[in-house]
């Protein structure tokens, strides 16, 4: 529950004081035992957990604070006939079964309200301010966007949290990213999450908590928010937030599982405790300008090595480092790309507009906002694929499935999809794509395959060229 | 949880930065619903190519290789998914440790709750058994993870970090679960003295 700071107390940031609101026993020599008040779980790293649970004999402590969706592995269209890939199939058999033994609630492939993870728990309301939230998947910190602490763990403390509700974990050291200014034309949210992350490296973050604060973020959407924290991981930090404020509580009202009434008065008088205190001490911090950013897009292959759209890609004998010079020789033999210029005009091959990045209502409105009236180039696959599917229907209500159909784009069911490429939808070894998703390491949209990530408008631009395009120049 | 003693072995040296988990195990492997047959997958499309034939240049398809259980690599090792997979994949191969100079936070947790030790050194200690693997590929290395020590192949020796209470699970074979089990008063008492009209799903 959140606290009011007595008279004369130490002040706090908001990751301090969520932290400090949900221990439940502190010994020494040991972490902290962290209470869970969320816990999302799919397919895809739990079944080895509720295999443990089984052994030992051990009930799911807290169902009710637990959600199960299936995303990772299934398939984003024909959901009516039977899975193709019979693994995948067993594995979303297996996880139905572990969450109707275990009493969790379970939003599965035909259910209305399936999606992605980090997409279904702030669309329903589960996800609220100051909770720690916990998933067996990295970007977990999405869920940060509500000013809760959020986080990715594996499968052994996915098997602690069903059995306890809790788990051992040390404190993070705290991380200010401060973004001030007006975000330009043409720039949003996935642009200053790959800004930071290009300036920090995929390492910068680590062993820290981000909050994201400034003028740029208090003036972001909910959508736009989840994006920022999204990436938190992408920069090294297990979990990034944002304090709520009244865009997050006119977000939450009224959603299904979000709080009612005199109970919502109550929420809402104490999450406005949440924000961090003046004259807080944060262990690092970082300014970013807002209105100095252009579109990013990445280059390499780890989500670090990205520049500003008109940028030209870094040249390795620039690098003083030698294995930093190594890595980037690698990430670019393995891209096939010269250095000294930019990616503009690179002839791409797929374009995959999803993930739990951006796949929500509003990144589908900006795609579809440039596909309008225009057509995909003919060398291009293009993939769109809901984060949910109550999305899904919010986009096919306003038309923006015939938008994107008539493009010549293909309209997909909810999932993960290419982002994590587990479930056939994939690239061909060589392949370019522009996504919209988080990772671009070797490998990860398919064998072989080449990712520039970049923000909805930035693929979509490209979708329609053909070759990697800044949106602003589109005519 | 299986206890760790002081163990001498060869090293598989991986001289690359930002080794994400992606490549220790790719993504396709994870539609298993148990944890085996994973260390055949180890580093899968850097260790076989499209036809499914080890790459004779990959580490792990040489001799020195194959019988290390200590692998070297470079900066921020295992950054990137949550998969637990990745130390499941690396200790059914044999390893039993991982040098760097740092390691990804997730990646670290799931390391040492497989009795899988992440050994952080100083970047000139680093750079120094690179070298001294590339003049002699089958030099030794000792680990003790009581003293927290780290012996080198000159003889010298560095010591190095570990969470204080993994190091205690690793030494005693202590079972996390159970601990945390043992804490159920604790737990109760917590959930009973918050309101159930916030932060609750019900």
Not at chain 2, 181 to 191: G, S, V, Y
Request: glycine letters at 10%; one cysteine or more; charged letters at 20%.
């Amino acid at each position: 529950m959140p606290q009011e700071n007595g008279a004369g107390s130490k002040p706090r940031t908001i990751i301090e004081k969520v932290w400090d609101n949900h221990v439940v026993a502190e010994k020494p020599g040991a972490p902290a035992l962290l209470y869970v008040d969320l816990h999302l779980v799919h397919e895809v790293t739990s079944p080895q957990a509720f295999s443990g649970l089984r052994e030992r004999g051990l009930k799911v402590r807290r169902p009710d604070l637990t959600i199960g969706t299936t995303d990772h592995s299934i398939p984003t269209h024909n959901r009516d006939l039977p899975i193709v890939d019979k693994i995948a199939e067993t594995q979303i058999v297996q996880f139905e079964k572990n969450c109707n033994d275990f009493g969790i609630p379970f939003y599965g492939p035909h259910s209305a309200k399936q999606g992605i993870v980090h997409v279904i728990g702030p669309e329903q309301g589960f996800t609220q301010p100051g909770m720690t939230v916990v998933c067996g998947d990295s970007h977990t910190a999405t869920h940060g966007a509500f000013g809760a602490l959020a986080f990715g763990i594996g499968t052994s403390q996915v098997e602690h949290v069903l059995a306890s509700q809790c788990l051992l974990q040390t404190a993070s050291k705290t991380f200010e990213v401060r973004v001030e200014g007006t975000l330009r034309e043409g720039v949003g949210a996935k642009d200053i999450i790959l800004n930071l992350i290009s300036r920090i490296g995929i390492g910068g973050g680590n062993g820290c908590v981000f909050e994201f604060a400034g003028a740029a973020i208090r003036a972001l959407s909910m959508e736009e928010r989840m994006t920022v924290c999204n990436m938190s991981i992408e920069g090294g930090a297990r979990a990034g937030l944002i304090a709520p404020d009244d865009t997050t509580y006119q977000y939450l009202a009224g959603r299904p599982y979000a709080p009612k009434g005199e109970a919502w008065e109550r929420a809402v008088s104490l999450w406005r405790k949440l924000p961090t205190d003046a004259g807080s001490k944060y262990d690092k911090s970082i300014y970013i300008d807002a209105g100095a950013l252009e579109p990013m897009i990445t280059f390499g292959t780890n989500p670090g090595m990205g520049i500003g759209i008109t940028s030209a890609v870094p040249d390795p004998s620039s690098i003083s480092d030698p294995v930093e010079r190594e890595s980037l020789d690698k990430a670019l033999r393995y891209m096939d790309l010269p250095s000294g210029k930019s990616l503009l005009g690179h002839p791409i091959d797929v374009v995959f507009i999803g993930s739990c990045t951006n796949s929500r209502i509003s990144d589908l409105r900006a795609a579809a906002q440039i596909f309008k009236g225009r057509k995909v180039n003919p060398k291009v696959r293009v993939m769109v694929v809901p984060g949910s599917q109550q999305i899904k229907q919010q986009a096919q209500a306003e038309g923006l499935d015939t938008i994107f159909m008539e493009a010549g784009a293909d309209w997909r069911e909810a999932g993960c999809s290419m982002c994590i490429a587990m479930n056939g939808d994939q690239l061909r070894p060589g392949e370019y794509s522009v996504s919209t998703s988080n990772r671009n390491f070797e490998g990860r949209q398919g064998k072989g395959g080449r990712t520039f990530l970049a923000s909805p408008l930035t693929a979509a631009a490209s979708a329609v060229m053909g070759v990697v395009t800044d949106v602003r120049t589109l005519r | 949880m299986e206890k760790v003693i002081t163990f001498t072995s060869r090293i598989a040296a991986l001289p690359i930065a930002n080794i994400d988990t992606d490549q220790i195990i790719p993504a396709r492997f994870l539609k298993t619903i148990s944890k085996a047959g994973l260390g055949d997958q180890l580093f899968f499309d850097w260790r076989y190519d499209a036809e499914g034939n080890p790459k004779p240049d990959f580490i792990l398809n040489q001799p020195e290789g194959k019988q290390a259980q200590i692998l070297l690599a470079g900066d921020n090792f295992g950054c990137g998914s949550s998969r637990e997979h990745a130390p499941w994949a690396l200790t059914q191969y044999g390893f039993r440790a991982v040098i760097s100079t740092s390691f990804a936070d997730i990646f670290r947790g799931n390391a040492v709750k497989n009795s899988l030790l992440p050994i952080v050194i100083p970047a000139d200690a680093h750079k120094a058994l690179f070298a001294a693997l590339e003049a002699d590929p089958a030099a030794q290395v000792t680990v003790d993870l009581a003293q927290q020590k780290l012996t080198l192949p000159d003889g010298s020796s560095v010591s190095f970090p570990i969470d204080e209470f993994a190091r205690y699970c690793m030494l005693e074979g202590v079972d996390e679960l159970g601990y945390i089990l043992q804490q159920e008063a604790a737990i109760a008492a917590f959930e009973s003295a918050r309101p159930l009209s916030v932060n609750t799903l019900a």
